[in-house]
Protein backbone atom coordinates (compact mmCIF):
# COMPACT_ATOMS: atom_id res chain seq x y z
CA UNK A 1 0.00 0.00 0.00
CA UNK A 2 3.12 2.21 0.57
CA UNK A 3 3.53 2.37 -3.14
CA UNK A 4 0.25 3.98 -3.42
CA UNK A 5 0.81 6.65 -0.67
CA UNK A 6 3.76 7.20 1.55
CA UNK A 7 3.41 5.28 4.81
CA UNK A 8 3.64 8.72 7.10
CA UNK A 9 0.24 9.32 5.16
CA UNK A 10 -1.47 6.25 5.14
CA UNK A 11 -0.75 6.19 9.06
CA UNK A 12 -2.48 9.61 9.11
CA UNK A 13 -5.37 8.14 7.66
CA UNK A 14 -5.85 4.99 9.42
CA UNK A 15 -6.39 6.69 12.60
CA UNK A 16 -9.81 7.22 11.25
CA UNK A 17 -10.89 3.73 9.61
CA UNK A 18 -13.34 2.18 11.24
CA UNK A 19 -13.62 -1.62 11.82
CA UNK A 20 -17.59 -0.89 9.61
CA UNK A 21 -15.73 -0.32 6.82
CA UNK A 22 -14.10 -4.31 6.56
CA UNK A 23 -17.88 -5.57 6.95
CA UNK A 24 -19.94 -4.20 3.97
CA UNK A 25 -16.70 -3.92 1.61
CA UNK A 26 -14.95 -7.39 0.63
CA UNK A 27 -11.42 -7.49 1.29
CA UNK A 28 -11.28 -8.50 -2.01
CA UNK A 29 -12.58 -5.41 -3.21
CA UNK A 30 -10.16 -3.44 -1.34
CA UNK A 31 -7.37 -5.03 -2.65
CA UNK A 32 -8.26 -5.07 -6.00
CA UNK A 33 -9.36 -0.84 -5.72
CA UNK A 34 -6.07 -0.56 -4.12
CA UNK A 35 -4.20 -2.50 -7.30
CA UNK A 36 -6.55 -0.16 -9.83
CA UNK A 37 -4.75 3.21 -8.19
CA UNK A 38 -1.40 1.22 -7.73
CA UNK A 39 -1.72 0.79 -11.83
CA UNK A 40 -3.46 4.12 -12.68
CA UNK A 41 -0.22 5.98 -10.95
CA UNK A 42 1.80 3.94 -13.62
CA UNK A 43 0.09 5.17 -16.75
CA UNK A 44 1.75 8.22 -17.58
CA UNK A 45 -0.36 8.40 -20.76
CA UNK A 46 -3.33 8.55 -19.02
CA UNK A 47 -2.33 10.63 -16.03
CA UNK A 48 -1.54 13.56 -17.97
CA UNK A 49 -4.84 13.42 -19.26
CA UNK A 50 -6.37 13.35 -16.07
CA UNK A 51 -4.25 16.26 -15.06
CA UNK A 52 -4.74 18.06 -17.79
CA UNK A 53 -8.32 18.74 -17.71
CA UNK A 54 -7.56 19.32 -13.61
CA UNK A 55 -5.34 21.92 -14.33
CA UNK A 56 -7.78 23.78 -16.67
CA UNK A 57 -10.62 23.48 -13.84
CA UNK A 58 -7.76 24.83 -11.25
CA UNK A 59 -6.35 27.36 -13.12
CA UNK A 60 -9.86 28.50 -14.09
CA UNK A 61 -10.35 29.20 -10.26
CA UNK A 62 -7.22 30.94 -9.86
CA UNK A 63 -5.83 28.23 -8.21
CA UNK A 64 -2.18 26.44 -9.05
CA UNK A 65 -0.95 22.98 -9.11
CA UNK A 66 2.53 22.33 -8.75
CA UNK A 67 4.47 19.61 -7.01
CA UNK A 68 5.50 20.36 -3.11
CA UNK A 69 8.96 21.96 -2.82
CA UNK A 70 10.68 22.71 0.50
CA UNK A 71 9.84 26.26 0.29
CA UNK A 72 6.37 25.87 0.10
CA UNK A 73 4.57 25.85 3.57
CA UNK A 74 1.40 24.46 5.08
CA UNK A 75 -1.28 26.55 3.66
CA UNK A 76 -3.35 26.00 7.62
CA UNK A 77 -4.77 29.91 7.24
CA UNK A 78 -7.42 29.75 4.66
CA UNK A 79 -9.89 32.83 3.68
CA UNK A 80 -13.54 31.92 3.63
CA UNK A 81 -12.56 32.15 -0.27
CA UNK A 82 -10.12 29.88 -0.84
CA UNK A 83 -12.05 27.30 1.47
CA UNK A 84 -14.97 27.63 -0.65
CA UNK A 85 -12.67 27.08 -3.90
CA UNK A 86 -11.38 23.94 -2.65
CA UNK A 87 -14.69 22.23 -1.83
CA UNK A 88 -16.00 23.58 -5.13
CA UNK A 89 -13.21 22.03 -7.16
CA UNK A 90 -14.07 18.68 -5.63
CA UNK A 91 -17.56 18.46 -6.03
CA UNK A 92 -17.02 19.80 -9.93
CA UNK A 93 -15.12 16.94 -10.49
CA UNK A 94 -17.19 14.64 -8.46
CA UNK A 95 -20.42 16.13 -11.16
CA UNK A 96 -18.69 16.54 -14.11
CA UNK A 97 -15.57 14.26 -14.51
CA UNK A 98 -15.56 10.80 -14.91
CA UNK A 99 -12.69 10.25 -13.08
CA UNK A 100 -10.83 11.51 -9.76
CA UNK A 101 -7.70 13.16 -8.80
CA UNK A 102 -6.49 12.20 -5.07
CA UNK A 103 -4.71 14.49 -2.85
CA UNK A 104 -1.91 11.77 -2.11
CA UNK A 105 -0.21 14.66 0.14
CA UNK A 106 -1.53 15.75 3.57
CA UNK A 107 -1.94 18.49 3.91
CA UNK A 108 -3.01 19.35 0.31
CA UNK A 109 -2.92 22.90 0.55
CA UNK A 110 0.47 24.93 0.38
CA UNK A 111 1.60 28.79 -0.01
CA UNK A 112 4.21 28.81 -2.67
CA UNK A 113 7.28 31.05 -2.30
CA UNK A 114 4.95 34.26 -3.66
CA UNK A 115 2.54 33.61 -1.07
CA UNK A 116 -0.04 32.35 -3.59
CA UNK A 117 -2.34 29.29 -2.60
CA UNK A 118 -1.35 25.87 -4.51
CA UNK A 119 -2.94 22.75 -4.21
CA UNK A 120 0.17 20.00 -4.07
CA UNK A 121 -0.12 17.74 -7.59
CA UNK A 122 -2.12 14.63 -7.52
CA UNK A 123 -0.13 11.02 -7.96
CA UNK A 124 -3.61 9.36 -7.96
CA UNK A 125 -6.37 9.21 -9.81
CA UNK A 126 -9.66 6.79 -10.23
CA UNK A 127 -11.97 6.20 -12.82
CA UNK A 128 -15.09 5.86 -11.92
CA UNK A 129 -17.26 2.73 -12.35
CA UNK A 130 -20.41 5.03 -14.87
CA UNK A 131 -23.00 2.88 -12.73
CA UNK A 132 -21.82 4.04 -9.56
CA UNK A 133 -20.99 7.68 -10.28
CA UNK A 134 -24.03 8.02 -12.11
CA UNK A 135 -26.45 6.96 -9.10
CA UNK A 136 -24.70 8.72 -6.58
CA UNK A 137 -24.63 12.34 -8.31
CA UNK A 138 -28.52 11.45 -8.48
CA UNK A 139 -28.36 10.74 -4.50
CA UNK A 140 -25.67 13.95 -3.80
CA UNK A 141 -28.14 16.50 -6.33
CA UNK A 142 -31.61 14.83 -4.53
CA UNK A 143 -30.29 15.58 -1.64
CA UNK A 144 -28.62 19.09 -1.87
CA UNK A 145 -31.94 19.88 -3.73
CA UNK A 146 -34.34 18.75 -1.64
CA UNK A 147 -35.67 16.62 -4.34
CA UNK A 148 -36.45 13.36 -2.86
CA UNK A 149 -37.82 11.38 -5.92
CA UNK A 150 -34.12 11.89 -7.11
CA UNK A 151 -32.30 10.77 -3.95
CA UNK A 152 -34.48 7.76 -3.67
CA UNK A 153 -33.67 6.54 -7.37
CA UNK A 154 -30.26 7.35 -6.94
CA UNK A 155 -30.57 5.28 -3.04
CA UNK A 156 -32.15 2.50 -5.11
CA UNK A 157 -29.45 2.15 -7.69
CA UNK A 158 -27.34 1.28 -5.65
CA UNK A 159 -29.03 -0.41 -3.29
CA UNK A 160 -29.30 1.78 -0.31
CA UNK A 161 -32.89 2.76 0.38
CA UNK A 162 -32.93 1.46 4.11
CA UNK A 163 -30.09 3.48 4.83
CA UNK A 164 -31.54 6.73 3.42
CA UNK A 165 -30.80 8.18 7.11
CA UNK A 166 -27.64 7.56 7.81
CA UNK A 167 -26.06 8.45 4.19
CA UNK A 168 -27.73 11.77 4.64
CA UNK A 169 -25.54 11.93 7.84
CA UNK A 170 -22.68 11.68 6.22
CA UNK A 171 -23.78 14.34 3.86
CA UNK A 172 -24.64 16.41 6.81
CA UNK A 173 -27.66 18.57 7.56
CA UNK A 174 -28.31 20.58 4.75
CA UNK A 175 -30.20 23.57 7.09
CA UNK A 176 -26.87 23.50 9.10
CA UNK A 177 -25.98 26.55 7.10
CA UNK A 178 -22.31 27.92 7.95
CA UNK A 179 -20.30 25.49 10.09
CA UNK A 180 -16.83 24.03 10.48
CA UNK A 181 -15.85 20.49 9.19
CA UNK A 182 -13.76 17.85 10.95
CA UNK A 183 -12.16 14.28 9.78
CA UNK A 184 -13.72 12.73 13.46
CA UNK A 185 -17.28 13.73 12.54
CA UNK A 186 -17.05 12.41 9.46
CA UNK A 187 -15.65 9.32 10.10
CA UNK A 188 -18.40 8.64 13.24
CA UNK A 189 -21.43 9.46 10.36
CA UNK A 190 -18.93 7.00 7.91
CA UNK A 191 -19.09 4.52 10.67
CA UNK A 192 -22.74 4.78 11.50
CA UNK A 193 -23.71 4.21 7.84
CA UNK A 194 -21.45 1.25 7.44
CA UNK A 195 -23.63 -0.36 10.99
CA UNK A 196 -26.32 0.32 9.53
CA UNK A 197 -25.64 -1.47 5.94
CA UNK A 198 -24.49 -4.44 7.88
CA UNK A 199 -27.31 -4.88 9.80
CA UNK A 200 -29.14 -4.68 6.52
CA UNK A 201 -27.20 -7.30 4.95
CA UNK A 202 -26.03 -4.27 2.46
CA UNK A 203 -22.87 -4.32 0.31
CA UNK A 204 -21.63 -1.06 -0.72
CA UNK A 205 -19.73 -0.58 -4.30
CA UNK A 206 -15.79 -0.07 -4.31
CA UNK A 207 -15.97 2.83 -5.73
CA UNK A 208 -17.21 3.80 -2.25
CA UNK A 209 -13.31 3.34 -1.07
CA UNK A 210 -12.37 6.02 -3.15
CA UNK A 211 -15.20 8.52 -2.44
CA UNK A 212 -14.59 8.40 1.13
CA UNK A 213 -10.77 8.67 0.39
CA UNK A 214 -11.25 11.86 -1.35
CA UNK A 215 -13.43 13.10 1.10
CA UNK A 216 -10.93 12.21 3.44
CA UNK A 217 -8.36 14.74 2.29
CA UNK A 218 -10.46 17.37 1.60
CA UNK A 219 -11.85 18.17 4.48
CA UNK A 220 -8.72 17.13 6.14
CA UNK A 221 -7.81 20.36 4.27
CA UNK A 222 -10.85 22.22 5.41
CA UNK A 223 -10.58 20.86 9.30
CA UNK A 224 -7.14 22.21 8.98
CA UNK A 225 -8.18 25.79 7.57
CA UNK A 226 -10.87 25.71 10.32
CA UNK A 227 -12.59 28.36 8.09
CA UNK A 228 -16.72 27.50 8.41
CA UNK A 229 -18.59 26.42 5.17
CA UNK A 230 -22.21 26.54 4.05
CA UNK A 231 -21.41 23.22 2.79
CA UNK A 232 -25.10 22.87 0.23
CA UNK A 233 -23.81 26.52 -0.79
CA UNK A 234 -20.89 25.55 -2.35
CA UNK A 235 -22.84 22.24 -3.29
CA UNK A 236 -25.16 24.14 -5.25
CA UNK A 237 -22.77 26.23 -6.74
CA UNK A 238 -20.81 23.45 -8.24
CA UNK A 239 -24.00 22.31 -9.67
CA UNK A 240 -25.62 25.51 -11.35
CA UNK A 241 -21.98 25.78 -12.76
CA UNK A 242 -21.78 22.50 -15.01
Known amino acids: MTSILPAAEWKRLRVYMRPGLFKVIPITSWFSQLNTLNKNQKNMTAAADVHQKLMNTWEHQHLLIKPKTPQMTSAVHLSADEARTLLH ?21 FRDENGRLSLTRP ?111 VFLEAAHAR
Open 123 to 233: RLWHRWDSTFIQAMREVYLGYYQFEDEQFFKGLKQLGLQRVSQEIGDVFGNPDMGVHTVTLEAFFDNFEDFFEACRRHGTRLHQDFLVLGLSLATVIKGLEESACPLDIRA
Open 89 to 109: LFFHQFLTHDHIAIQHDLPVL
